[in-house]
């Protein structure tokens, strides 16, 4: 009787997401997006070559929470491969959709309006979310003016942090060519000041990795801050384990370090998926 349930399940499962029907043609999906009313779900992949895009349809798209709520959206795919052959027409078609609605990383999913085109959500990257969370994330979007209007706020914010970001990492370069540890610690400082959570051990971490690159003999001082890093992620072995490796490293004389000219990034929340 178990197995009998169990297959129904699966049965139920497989049926589901067999259902999910993407669109290649955005105008397409417009065009029935009015006619039944829906917002169009757009998916800017890059389906042969980009590791998050290819997590992010088997994590997300290819899951039984995605399945039960697709038929609420028309969904299109637009794809940018780079060795799956495309004819020209399309791929022609795909690039000025991808330059209309700005879209300059992958992937990269908008919600937009049928009927004007315009856009409501957006959502950038993959950073190893459950289905469920980024299920939640596409439906904390409103087609509203209010909505469009946080949207547009968020992005303004994303955009000013990633200014900042790419000024500090600058700063951190500079300061790594110039052998100057204090001015490196003050950018990092700056970098993480907003940073909370286990997401804040990285700011140690890098400390510890700028330090050794500007000066290969501060051993000690290195592994401290490693060894800060370690405690804050709260018993995190995901985030930790390249703590404890870089550690191993620092500690048996032969620590590595960044690419030349490197700085490190900023910690994200991956989860936040923008």
Known sequence: ????????????????QAKVTWLTDLDAA?????????????????????????????VVFQSAEFA???SKYVLVELDYPRNKPQSAEVKAKNREW?????????????????????????????????????LDKLASFKNTPEGKAALEQEQ???ADRSAK??????????????????????????????????RKAVLP?????VLIMIDPTAKEQALKY???????????????????????KIASGAPGSAPKGAAPKAATDAKKGA
């Not at 600058?170 to 990092?188: C, N, R, V």
């Open 156 to 158: 303004k914010s994303t």
């Open 98 to 134: 991808q330059q209309k609605y700005a879209v300059n990383s992958f992937p990269t999913v908008l919600l937009l309006d049928a009927k004007s085109g315009e856009v409501f959500g957006r959502v950038g990257g993959f950073g190893g979310q459950t289905a469920k969370e980024y």
């Open 226 to 248: 490693i060894d800060e890093a370690i405690a804050l992620t709260a018993g995190d072995e995901t985030l930790g384990k390249p703590f404890k490796a870089f550690r191993e």
């Open 30 to 58: 417009k065009a029935k997006g009015v006619k039944e009313n829906k917002p169009v779900l757009v998916d800017f992949t890059g389906s042969d070559w980009c590791p998050p895009c290819v997590q992010l349809h088997k």
């Open 68 to 70: 039960a709520v697709a």
């Open 205 to 209: 971490f890098n400390k510890a990795r």
């Open 165 to 198: 970001s790419r000024l500090l990492g600058q700063k951190i370069d500079a300061a790594i060519k110039g052998k100057d540890f204090k001015a490196a610690e003050a950018a990092l400082d700056e970098m993480f000041a907003d940073v909370a959570g286990p």
């Open 1 to 16: 009787m178990k197995k009998f349930i169990l297959s129904l399940l699966l049965l139920a499962t497989v049926t589901a």
